[in-house]
């Protein structure tokens, strides 16, 4: 059984800029979310992706978008990066949309805005 | 607003003691509450789950609490061990898909 993976693990981007982060999800998982975590805090929900459709969202702006493949796999794509926009952020798979379980979670990708 | 909130000073304590790490939260009333242990630099990995009608769930060392009155939760390491140092945090359910709540987590630290 693969676990989540995330890429890159680590990268650097200027103000401005745009970036895309990678996921692909656990096996057998159908559905991906993506949340934010900045220094010191808990992560944030930013949005879930189930059949290739956004299934709900959190306070983040439009330019922080995603899409979902028919592999289960997901993207996430941020324009016009924000020094704020720095965080380590977290993929998630799990089964399902409902209110069933745990969720498992990549090792993330470390964005750092300068 | 809903608010998540968990002792954010460190706890240290001694091997072999129990640790015991506090969730409380305001304007909820979530179906279910998770916790997940974090390392540095990783993503956070899941360690129990229980649900509204559920008072207490246990699995090895782990116990959690669940008071939908006081709205808290208790999560309790027994015979706990340096390996046991981790950030933990508390997440609850919201809304009808699996969106999570987390708070910004408690770091423990066991000492030998």
């Not at chain 1, 996430?76 to 949309?97: K, P």
């Amino acid at each position: 059984e693969t676990g989540v993976t995330q890429s890159p693990t680590h990268l650097i981007k200027t103000r401005g800029q745009q970036v895309t982060l990678r996921c692909s999800s656990q096996s057998g998982h159908n559905t991906v979310s993506w949340y934010q975590q900045a220094l010191g805090q808990g992560p944030q929900f930013i949005f879930q992706y189930y059949r290739e459709e956004e299934n709900g969202r959190g306070n983040f702006p439009p330019r922080f978008s995603g899409l979902q493949f028919p592999n289960y796999s997901s993207e996430l794509n941020v324009n016009a990066l924000e020094l704020d926009d720095s965080a380590l952020y977290l993929c998630a798979s799990s089964f399902g949309t409902g209110n069933t379980g745990e969720l498992f979670f990549g090792e993330g990708s470390r964005l750092t805005v300068l | 607003s809903q608010k998540i909130e968990q002792n954010s000073e460190a706890l240290n304590i001694q091997e072999g003691k129990t640790a015991t790490l506090t969730c409380n939260y305001t304007n909820y009333s979530p179906a279910y509450l998770q916790w997940y242990r974090q390392d540095p630099g990783r993503g956070p990995v899941f360690l129990l789950l229980i649900r509204e009608n559920e008072k207490e769930k246990r699995k090895e060392r782990l116990k959690v609490t669940f008071d939908t009155t006081l709205k808290q939760s208790l999560f309790h390491i027994t015979a706990s061990q340096p390996a046991d140092s981790a950030t933990y945090l508390c997440a609850l359910s919201s809304g009808g898909y699996n969106k999570l709540i987390f708070g910004a987590g408690t770091r423990l630290a066991v000492h030998p």
